[in-house]
């Protein structure tokens, strides 16, 4: 059973960076492929970003790709998500999420996941 816990929101004005961290404990965070997702109020959760196992391998919705970036180290079993250029538009309950995979594979649906984390607020304000 893996626990994932997000730490490193916040506010921030627009414009402003922020990086989250994902810390895993209770598995091998390199046996799973992660991703990280966020929720609007009174929105479905939506994908952000993607990363497989090695860190080889990433995706990104439309609306972030070239903004943020998805990395991991697994040697200290955290993966990170860095945000730049945020937009109030960003502002969103942050999920990382963890996948057992013995691929190289990224996964891009939430459903597809096994494990998930608290979640961690950022607010970025005009």
């Known amino acids: 059973q893996v626990q994932l816990v997000e730490s490193g929101g916040g506010l921030v004005q627009a414009g402003g960076s922020l990086r989250l961290s994902c810390a895993a404990s209770?598995?091998?965070?390199?046996?799973?492929?992660m991703g990280w997702f966020r929720q609007h109020p009174g929105k479905e959760r939506q994908f952000v970003a993607a990363?497989?196992?090695?860190?080889?391998?990433?995706s990104y919705a439309d609306s972030v790709r070239g903004q943020f970036t998805i990395s991991r180290d697994n040697a200290v079993n955290t993966v990170y998500l860095q945000m730049n250029s945020l937009k109030p538009e960003d502002t969103a309950v942050y999920y990382c999420?963890?996948?057992?995979?013995?691929?190289?594979?990224?996964?891009?649906?939430?459903?597809?996941?096994?494990?998930w984390g608290q979640g961690t607020q950022v607010t970025v304000s005009p």
């Open positions: 999420a963890a996948k057992k995979s013995l691929t190289s594979a990224y996964y891009v649906g939430a459903s597809e996941y096994d494990y």
């Open positions: 209770g598995g091998t965070l390199s046996w799973h492929a």
């Open positions: 990363v497989s196992r090695s860190g080889g391998r990433t």
